[in-house]
Nanobody
Framework: QVQLVESGGGLVQAGGSLRLSCAAS????????MGWLRQAPGKEREIVAA????????YYGDSVEGRFTISRDNAKNTVYLQMNSLKPEDTAVYYC???????????????????WGQGTQVTVSS
């Protein structure tokens, strides 16, 4: 079993920045791919950013490309999401997610993830 705990959400003005962190425990951190997803009220959960097990490959959703950066520190069992130039439409609950052991490629859809954090709210005011 994998436990994921997100932190770093909050309220920020448009144009501002936030950094989300996700601490993982329960397995060898580098044994699976990681990702960040979000869900806004009334909308489906969507992929924001994803990274393979090594960190060499990253993927970003079209709406965040160039503004958000995913990174991971395997020594600290932590994955990060740096969010810059935030927009009101970025408002959502953000989830950290992990693929199962041996699933090394970045997951590009919610169904590809096996473990989820509890979510952290990000609110961007205009």
């Amino acid at each position: 079993q994998v436990q994921l705990v997100e932190s770093g959400g909050g309220l920020v003005q448009a144009g501002g920045s936030l950094r989300l962190s996700c601490a993982a425990s329960g397995r060898t951190f580098s044994s699976g791919a990681m990702g960040w997803l979000r869900q806004a009220p009334g909308k489906e959960r969507e992929i924001v950013a994803a990274m393979d097990w090594s960190g060499a490959y990253t993927y970003y959703g079209d709406s965040v490309e160039g503004r958000f950066t995913i990174s991971r520190d395997n020594a600290k069992n932590t994955v990060y999401l740096q969010m810059n130039s935030l927009k009101p439409e970025d408002t959502a609950v953000y989830y950290c997610a992990a693929r199962g052991v041996g699933r090394l490629r970045a997951g590009l859809a919610p169904a590809e993830y096996d473990y989820w954090g509890q979510g952290t709210q990000v609110t961007v005011s205009s």
